[in-house]
């Protein structure tokens, strides 16, 4: 069992923050969105990555060297991006015959990761949306096998959205249904698509499983990713570095704190992650993402997502206020 695991997107809808850094190495409830997805899989008995980089691939490679050093690594690059379904065809001779699971690099879910890798048939994980004209759709009968899979449908016939999770057992098929769609300049808006390749398994009688995720945490945007912050630090507790004794500071869980941090004079929390070194300083933070070597000072943050190696500065104001009285310092 190989895992394979496309990061050669470049974020578009996380700019500026991935103009310097990937999407998939973002932080997330004291981890990183890639972390996350490593650390699922290795837990549950995988031990061989395949990642597909592109767009700031030498971070990524940094980042699971550096992190994952037990781990038997292969790095691709795709350094043309037509989709996800190229760069699965990418790996072909990495993964040979063996049987592999799928992960997009920003698909974070809740699932039984050792029920999907030991199933006895291929398994695309699905999760009920509201409106899934933007996603994969699995229709499935009621045996729970896929009938058929479409990338964007514009009059769904199902809600089950295919989360990006893919656990394949028949590899030499789905391959060479990638190879003659791209043979055949067969392609969904513009890309090459994994959809249209399990739907040419599928078509072929090649039996598919559908099985539902407890949750699926949207990493797409800012509005969405801080969501996932706070819902995963609810969910995984509060991580504070042992090291850390801040002085002056209120701590209203859930935090994650890495280590090397250095606040003072400050509130922070709930719903709050910050990165390693961070330096912050008679301030007030809750419901926000800081990335590593930040150093923020007389600031009031919320709802906010602040990249690494940032300086921020606010005001400071000494208020002699009496009753009655209503103050508006400026707009947020």
């Keep these: 069992m190989k895992a394979i695991i496309p990061v050669a997107g470049a974020g578009t809808k996380l700019r ?3 103009y310097t850094q990937p999407k998939a190495l973002i932080p997330l409830a004291g ?3 890639l972390g996350i997805i490593i650390d699922q899989l290795v837990d549950a008995g995988v031990n061989e990555f395949i990642f597909i980089i592109g767009y700031l691939g030498d971070k990524i490679q940094d980042f699971v060297e550096e992190k994952y050093p037990h781990l038997q690594t292969h790095f691709i690059q795709q350094n043309d991006r037509l989709g996800i379904g190229h760069a699965i065809l990418l790996t072909r001779e990495k993964v040979a015959d063996d049987e592999v699971i799928i992960v997009l690099g920003d698909s974070i879910c809740e699932y039984d990761v050792r029920g999907v890798i030991e199933s006895s048939q291929s398994v695309l994980c699905v999760k009920r949306v509201d409106d899934p004209r933007d996603f994969g759709v699995a229709e499935i009968g009621e045996d729970g096998v896929i009938t058929r899979v479409v990338e964007k449908p514009q009059i769904p016939k199902s809600n089950m959205a295919l989360v990006g999770i893919y656990r394949i057992r028949e590899t030499p098929l789905m ?4 190879d003659n769609n791209l043979k055949q300049g067969l392609t969904s808006y513009g890309e090459f698509n994994l959809t249209d390749a399990l739907e040419c398994m599928i078509g072929g009688g090649t039996l598919i499983k559908a099985v539902k995720v407890q949750n699926w945490f ?11 912050n706070a819902t995963l630090l609810r969910k995984m507790g509060q991580n504070i570095s042992a090291e850390h004794q801040f002085e002056n500071t209120i ?3 859930p935090v994650s704190i890495a280590s090397g941090c250095d606040i003072t004079n400050s509130i922070i929390g709930p719903n709050v992650s910050i990165g390693e070194c961070v330096t912050i300083t008679d301030s007030i933070i809750k419901d926000s993402i800081i990335g590593s070597f930040a150093d923020l000072k007389d600031i009031v943050l919320t709802h906010s997502l602040i990249g690494s190696d940032t300086e921020v500065r606010g005001e400071s104001r000494s208020l002699n206020i ?6 508006d310092l400026g707009k947020r």
Excluded: A, R, W
Excluded at 175 to 178: M, Q
């Design 322 to 327: 009496g009753d009655n009285t209503e103050i």
């Design 31 to 33: 981890k990183s969105i």
């Design 251 to 253: 701590i209203i869980p």
């Design 175 to 178: 391959f060479e249904c990638l």
């Design 218 to 228: 949207d990493c797409g945007k800012k509005e969405t990713l801080l969501e996932s």
């Design 16 to 18: 500026p923050h991935t």
